[in-house]
């Protein structure tokens, strides 16, 4: 798809932006405690700060209403817009409008589509023996100093037997494992993770409220920067609550691209 950053403004595309910036306006008030509110692109191109801000430990939001184009400033930023900051790094990109998903299962669909990604568009699997025996070097040294350590040598086949159902207890709870994994890709092979949770804003308003606190849990403990995109009613309605503000998020607005 073809996304215009310069050029003069459709009638529409001013309508619309005008409309947005009133809401923003109004709906954000300097007087709100809360999460910072910036645009992601000013006069001059992207806006700095939004780049910067991956380097922290928190999800960034990307505000806007359906149809703003989000989904295709997104694409255009890590495909064209900023090629050499991504260009050591994994990208996952989840996309919630594309299927149905129930509330209940978000935390482990997230960890499916980001393992799945990491097979199909990277070629690693993470379950490959070398690669789980790479993650879990520090956890198979602790075994060997185990109760099991002692068979070793007059008992190799029990305790390899032994050794594989330690391995199999530490993949059973997938998604720690998924994390220990990334940890291990992100130090070990000096890469870069990036996590954009995509159409989060065509869901109900808590269906965005979970998908929030996930991936702020995802930016404090795994080693990736969360990119999640809401609604600005969501955005105004939880930082009001105190959901999104007890953890001040920074937040970027997305208006209409010039066309």
């Given at each position: 798809?073809?996304?215009?950053?310069?050029?003069?403004?459709?009638?529409?595309?001013?309508?619309?932006?005008?409309?947005?910036?009133?809401?923003?306006?109004?709906?954000?008030?300097?007087?709100?405690?809360?999460?910072?509110?910036a645009?992601?692109?000013?006069?001059?191109?992207?806006?700095?700060?939004?780049?910067?801000?991956?380097?922290?430990?928190?999800?960034?939001?990307?505000?806007?209403?359906?149809?703003?184009?989000?989904?295709?400033f997104?694409?255009?930023?890590?495909?064209?817009?900023a090629?050499?900051?991504?260009?050591?790094?994994?990208?996952?990109?989840?996309?919630?409008?594309?299927?149905?998903?129930?509330?209940?299962?978000?935390?482990?669909?997230?960890?499916?589509?980001?393992?799945?990604?990491?097979l199909?568009?990277?070629?690693?699997?993470?379950?490959?023996?070398?690669?789980?025996?790479?993650?879990?070097?520090?956890?198979?040294?602790?075994?060997?100093?185990?109760?099991?350590?002692?068979?070793?040598?007059?008992?190799?086949?029990?305790?390899?037997?032994?050794?594989?159902e330690?391995?199999?207890?530490?993949?059973s709870?997938?998604?720690?494992?998924?994390?220990?994994?990334?940890?291990?890709?992100?130090?070990?092979w000096?890469?870069?993770?990036?996590?954009?949770?995509?159409?989060?804003?065509?869901?109900?308003?808590?269906?965005?409220?979970?998908?929030?606190?996930?991936?702020?849990?995802?930016?404090?403990?795994?080693?990736?920067?969360?990119?999640?995109?809401?609604?600005?009613?969501?955005?105004?309605?939880?930082?009001?609550?105190?959901?999104?503000?007890?953890?001040?998020?920074?937040?970027?607005?997305?208006?209409?691209?010039?066309?």
């Amino acid at each position: 798809q073809c996304y215009c950053e310069s050029g003069a403004l459709s009638q529409y595309a001013v309508i619309s932006k005008e409309i947005l910036l009133a809401r923003y306006s109004a709906l954000f008030q300097q007087t709100t405690e809360g999460p910072s509110l910036a645009p992601v692109r000013t006069k001059k191109g992207l806006n700095p700060e939004f780049l910067a801000q991956s380097l922290s430990r928190r999800p960034i939001l990307l505000i806007g209403d359906i149809g703003v184009g989000k989904t295709i400033f997104i694409k255009h930023l890590y495909k064209v817009r900023a090629p050499s900051v991504f260009a050591n790094a994994l990208v996952f990109y989840v996309d919630f409008g594309s299927r149905p998903i129930i509330e209940e299962d978000l935390k482990s669909v997230i960890a499916n589509e980001i393992e799945g990604q990491l097979l199909e568009e990277y070629g690693i699997n993470i379950y490959e023996r070398n690669f789980v025996h790479g993650v879990l070097y520090r956890d198979l040294e602790e075994f060997e100093k185990g109760i099991h350590g002692d068979i070793r040598e007059f008992a190799p086949e029990t305790f390899r037997a032994k050794q594989v159902e330690y391995l199999e207890e530490k993949l059973s709870n997938k998604e720690q494992y998924l994390g220990l994994s990334l940890m291990h890709i992100s130090k070990g092979w000096k890469k870069q993770l990036v996590v954009f949770l995509d159409n989060v804003d065509q869901r109900p308003h808590e269906f965005q409220e979970h998908a929030f606190l996930i991936g702020q849990s995802m930016a404090a403990n795994w080693p990736v920067t969360v990119f999640i995109s809401m609604r600005p009613e969501t955005f105004y309605r939880s930082r009001v609550s105190g959901i999104i503000s007890a953890y001040h998020p920074r937040a970027f607005t997305i208006a209409p691209p010039r066309v």
